[in-house]
């Protein structure tokens, strides 16, 4: 649903927009009356009110234009909103559904020993599922309320880059392999929760969105001036041109809700984006040279910040 505040000003500009047609309206005439008198008698009139006209017309223009890109706004967050609830829904009812199952077929027949350890090794990864579901909802939350978990510190990156790719490859059922490292010494001036989420979430879309076969390159460079670079690349389909900065927005995923094969909730780039403006640093979504994959750079403050 559209909330009240994003109505509010296209509901004042259309009633400004109505108003402004009115007096147009009766001002044109007026000039169609005085034109019929003598135009010496009432030529300073008429040119003040050709003035004016102009200016209510130019007034109209714009408001239109205002009142198009407001509505298109509106409609696009109101589409993203749709697309969140499905996705939500679906990541939500999906793992409950076959946790049911699972209990149902436990309940009503006896099965053996290998079978039932499978059964709970499949719940115990549905309640994962719904664990990580709600933890990123709670996050998003949290990064948008600006309210931060620990102390600022000098956090080493390989160790934090390596820490989530394990869990990530864990959560996805994937070789460590997957992720190769090449990386320099770097310490960022940060919260440790922050930089783990950043690093879990840009980590987890690499994986995710590859394929079959995923292959995600890591690097860390540091060249000075008190800033560090991490650029993850994988090899997945990419993302177009166009799509590159919108992706950071809230609830935005390429498509639509109900055809995809992926879970998410359209969350995860908006929070590095947030966290990443918070550490005042910068991350942007580049091409591959070879036409395929995403190469995600992270730009953050080795030293810290001042206040």
Known sequence: MISRRSLSLPIILGITMILILVVLTAGWISLSVLGMLEAGRFAGVYWV????????????????????????KAINLNRQQSN????????????????????????????????????????????????????????????ESGRSIGEVEAVDVEEVLRECAAAVCKHHQVGPEVIHFCLEPCTVWARRADLVMIFRNVLDNAVKYTGEFPEVVVESRCPGGGRAFIRITDNGPGIPPRMRRKVFGRFVRLGWELEREKPGTGLGLHIVQTLVRQLRGRVRILGRPSGRGTILELELPENRPES
């Open 49 to 72: 009110l050709l003035t004016v006209g102009t200016m209510f017309i130019a007034m109209l223009l714009v408001g239109v234009i205002l009142y198009l890109v407001l509505s298109i």
């Open 84 to 143: 969140f609830i499905d996705s939500v829904t679906h990541e939500l009812k999906s793992p409950i559904a076959s946790m049911k199952l699972y209990l149902q077929t436990l309940r009503r027949r006896q099965v053996d020993e290998a079978e039932r350890v499978g059964f709970y090794r499949y719940m115990l990864d549905d309640l994962e599922r719904l664990d990580q579901l709600i933890n990123q909802l709670l996050e998003a939350g949290r990064v």
